[in-house]
């Protein structure tokens, strides 16, 4: 929807009049590379991309947090001195681990009205929570702002670790920093380097001259996901103590070079153990190769370093299965793709592609044959570019 048509039907829905509607708006990311990394504190490379969430939102004199969403037939309503009432909701639970990291934080909320319009695939692996969640941290800090009268600029990086307060505390994942960063922080046709550790960050300029960013889904629906997830990030904490035997002064294993790690990796004592290490330590290189690449505009050696990824998280890190196999094999059995991989947490999910734009279409065909041959259902295709992170569109 325009912006025009969710103010209109936020009217429809919750009458008023619409000079009184604010709309606010976060997108999802898709990771270029650095892929189970931002948990391990190292550096990744992700962008945030057009599709998103966008709210259209109006302040309440309560503190009811009164919630609609333009695809779902969803009322809710989040009485905000009730807070931990609401972890189970279907949908709405992010809004309120949302409010709830605020109000810890010592904000005074206040209610608001809100209707939400998301772009991006539920659950489709492109950060569609993060998108939701930095957006809700926004609506409502603003909101609460102006009601306190303060003027101050809202600082995103804050919002984005709001947003994986909430993820963590109400979904239960123990996610990194890197989707919330990435729809807080995004800007247009740049990548962002984020270092996990520091949150230090700087906008890549991404320029991909005669290809563009082509983002598959598996449409896999997903299900364990979250202890899987879970189980990575066990399996680096065991390594990191293993390491910690020999290398005292590390403190996470993102900051061990390769160099390191040979000479070191003998004291991990469980092999699965080592070999996410062994991912964890060359994403990192890679992720370091990549920047000097897309700088250099050395595209095809960005892909390459894609590819390397996404072989490492196929075979050492183990994170994606039948479908994004099917879908990175058929993706570079096609001459003009530079570069596939899974995105984001695996198991299902999306992959990213880097494809010259006169083979699009070839590629779409491909793979789409490629894909429901052997799957039985049907992939779907995102052709996107990096756009904005979150913000207030006046
Ligand atoms: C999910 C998490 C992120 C990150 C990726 C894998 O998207 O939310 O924090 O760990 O998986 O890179």
Redesign the pocket.
């Known amino acids: 929807m325009t912006v025009a048509e969710i103010k209109k039907e936020f009217i429809k829905r919750f009458g008023g009049d619409e000079k009184d509607v604010r709309v606010f708006a976060s997108p999802g990311?898709v990771?270029l590379i650095?892929?189970?990394?931002?948990?391990n504190g190292g550096s990744?490379l992700p962008a945030a991309i057009t599709l998103g969430t966008t709210i259209a939102a109006r302040p309440r004199n309560d503190r009811m947090l009164i919630m609609e969403a333009t695809d779902l037939t969803d009322h809710v309503e989040v009485d905000m001195d009730k807070i931990d009432d609401y972890k189970d909701l279907w949908w709405g639970n992010y809004q309120a681990g949302i409010a709830k990291e605020l109000m810890i934080d010592g904000m005074e909320l206040v209610g608001a009205d809100m209707l939400y319009d998301d772009t991006l695939p539920h659950g489709g692996?492109l950060?569609s929570?993060?998108a939701i969640e930095v957006a809700t941290a926004l609506t409502l800090t603003v909101f609460a702002n102006e009601k306190a009268g303060k003027s101050e600029k809202v600082d995103m990086i804050k919002m984005a670790l709001i947003g994986?307060r909430a993820?963590r505390n109400y979904a239960g994942?123990s996610?990194?920093?890197?989707?919330?960063f990435a729809s807080a922080m995004g800007k247009e046709n740049c990548a962002v380097l984020v270092d996990c550790a520091t949150l230090d960050y700087k906008h890549v300029p991404l320029d991909l001259g005669d290809c563009s960013i082509v983002i598959t889904n598996t449409n896999k629906k997903r299900s364990l996901i979250t202890s899987k997830?879970n189980e990575r990030c066990d399996e680096c904490a065991k390594a990191l103590a293993d390491i910690q035997t020999v290398l005292p002064e590390i403190k996470l294993l993102g900051e061990l070079t390769t160099e390191q790690f040979e000479a070191n990796k003998a004291a991990i004592k469980c092999d699965i153990c080592r070999k996410r290490a062994e991912h964890v330590v060359y994403e990192c290189y890679r992720v370091a190769k990549s920047v000097e690449a897309l700088q250099a505009g050395d595209i095809d050696g960005f892909g390459k370093l894609l590819n390397a990824s996404g072989d490492s998280l196929r075979d050492l890190y183990e994170?994606t299965g039948v479908e994004l196999d099917t879908l990175v094999d058929a993706a570079r059995s096609v001459k003009g793709c530079i570069g596939s991989r899974m995105?984001?947490?695996?198991f299902g999910?999306c992959t990213v592609s880097i494809v010259k734009n006169d083979s699009i279409d070839e590629f779409k065909e491909t793979v789409h044959k490629l894909y429901t041959d052997k799957i039985g259902y049907e992939p779907s295709f995102y052709i996107t570019t990096p756009g904005d992170g979150g913000r207030e569109i006046k």
């Open positions: 990311r990771n650095g892929e189970h990394i931002d948990y990744v692996g950060s929570s993060a994986q993820e994942v996610c990194g920093i890197m989707d919330q997830y994170v995105t984001g947490a695996g999910g």
